[in-house]
């Protein structure tokens, strides 16, 4: 796989420093929001540890220009993937370190396909494969090069989304979840 490609702007130090006008600071955290979608689905990870990422990951720091993205600009992007719907923390325990109420932000799934897009993708496989009506696990999905970044987690959460949206029923049986998608 070729290396991903970051935009110009990685290269412009401001893009790395919350900005303090709120029109720039908007544009600025979608342009972040944007990058980071892209990223992960070029990268096929569907999971990022920030902290970690932050330690060794090219994302959110570029050494060419000596910058790192602070831990304030991180939440406020963040946040607005959240509020996109484009981001779910896994692990959001309180921790101890944090201040009363606030969690601890491990890990998060970063749906550069948010659970609705990846159900309706799913349909179309099921169509595609003649397995509609059938009952399909993750690992019959997985078939395809297209599902292989998504675990049981994140299955699960696209189930739920195909449910909701009338295109499938799903059910859990011994710890395994599984679909079965409509005509």
């Known amino acids: 796989m070729p290396p991903f490609t970051f935009p110009p702007m990685h290269d ?25 979608t ?26 060419k220009i000596k910058r790192s993205v602070s831990p304030q600009l991180l939440n406020a992007i963040f946040d607005e993937l959240a509020r996109q719907g484009r981001l779910e923390w896994v692990d959001s325990t309180p921790s101890s ?42 690992g019959d999905f997985k078939e395809s090069e297209a599902f292989q970044p998504l675990d049981s987690f994140a299955a699960l959460r696209c189930y739920e989304a195909a449910k909701r949206l009338g295109r499938a029923d799903y059910f859990v049986r011994g710890g395994e979840a599984a679909v079965k998608f409509m005509p």
């Open 12 to 36: 412009f130090p401001p893009f790395f420093t919350l900005q303090p006008n709120p029109e720039s600071r908007a544009r600025q955290i979608q342009l972040w929001s944007e990058l980071i």
């Open 38 to 63: 892209r990223y992960c689905e070029d990268k096929q990870n569907l999971y990022i540890e920030p902290q970690e990422w932050l330690v060794r990951g090219e994302l959110f720091s570029n050494e």
């Open 97 to 138: 370190s944090s201040p009363a109420g606030a969690a601890n932000r491990a890990r998060a799934v970063i749906w550069y396909r948010t659970p609705d897009e990846w159900a309706v993708k799913m349909h179309e496989w099921c169509r595609a494969t003649s397995k509609v009506g059938q009952v399909c696990t993750l």
